[in-house]
């Protein structure tokens, strides 16, 4: 079946724009994850969607990111005013239930390049 | 808070040979473990995962065994060949903690024929 997608592949801004990502989880999937990997920083998680509940946007790095996830399903995480150590590839994973020992699928990435 | 340390790399080895990467963890309750793989071009996938105390993961010839005396969890492979080279990743998702998954910095494994 599908997998994770992401759109736009790449994404390149000047700086001050705003920007916004794409996820589309495996159908099914309750759980949804952003994360963010970049050359100083690794692997960072962003922010979590489970269902109807809250979402954990305790990883997100400043008041300018935000993400809302429609219907259940597809997320885009918009970033404002976007600064150069925005750059990074922003990767996407949804789970079936959001539980610690689910296997996360994660799609391919925006690749983000703020000029 | 929740951490993850695994050996810098890169690791530069020949085929054939014997391959560790080690990994520690520092988990507030009894996180589930995993190794992530991103291969060149690829996305990231699972690789094995253990969820409990002195469970091993195993997948296409690599090992992981969930050691909490030592909160370790490192991969090993007996014989690496040229397709697996790659970035690798130790993770925890803490099972208090929404499932995220709390990343090490990766290891960049190059097999050389």
New interface residues.
Partial sequence: GAGVSQSPSNKVTEKGKDVELRCDPISGHT?L?W?RQSLGQ????LI?F?GNSAP?KS?LPSDRFSAERTGGSVSTLTIQRTQQEDSAVY?C?S?LA???????F????TRLTVL | GDSVTQMEGPVTLSEEAFLTINCTYTATGY??LFW?VQYPGE????LL?A?KADDKGSNKGFEATYRKETTSFHLEKGSVQVSDSAVY?C?L???S??????????TTLQVKP
Avoid at chain 2, 43 to 46: E, K, R, T, Y
Wanted: avoid cysteine; charged fraction near 15%; proline fraction near 6%.
């Fill in positions: 759980a994850y994360y690794g692997l960072e998680f979590y489970q954990d990883g990767l994973a789970s959001g539980l610690a020992g689910d296997e996360q994660f799609g391919p990435g | 996180p589930s992530y996305g990231l996938q699972l995962k969820t990743f993770a998702s803490d099972p903690n929404t499932g995220k998954l709390i990343f090490g910095q990766g």
